[in-house]
């Protein structure tokens, strides 16, 4: 007498589900590889605080 029947309404939304899930989780891991991959290059990493660097005006002089 237990409630094991599933309306076709639940199956669908548990696809959709797995779809978001999919995406979200593919999403995820570009932007770890895409992280990785800056921070292999060895490149110094800085903000951008929007005003004039020591480094900026060596190398335009």
């Known amino acids: 007498m237990g409630l ?3 309306h076709e ?3 669908r939304r548990m696809s959709r ?3 978001v899930g999919v ?3 593919a999403f995820v891991i570009l ?3 895409l992280t990785v ?4 290059r060895g490149e ?3 903000a951008t605080d929007h005003s004039l660097r020591i480094d900026q005006l060596e190398a335009s002089e």
Request: aromatic letters at 4%.
């Open 31 to 33: 932007v770890f590889a």
């Open 4 to 6: 094991s029947h599933e």
């Open 23 to 25: 995406v979200l989780g």
């Open 17 to 19: 589900n797995l779809g």
């Open 9 to 11: 309404i639940h199956k």
């Open 44 to 46: 110094p990493m800085q």
């Open 37 to 40: 991959a800056k921070l292999n």
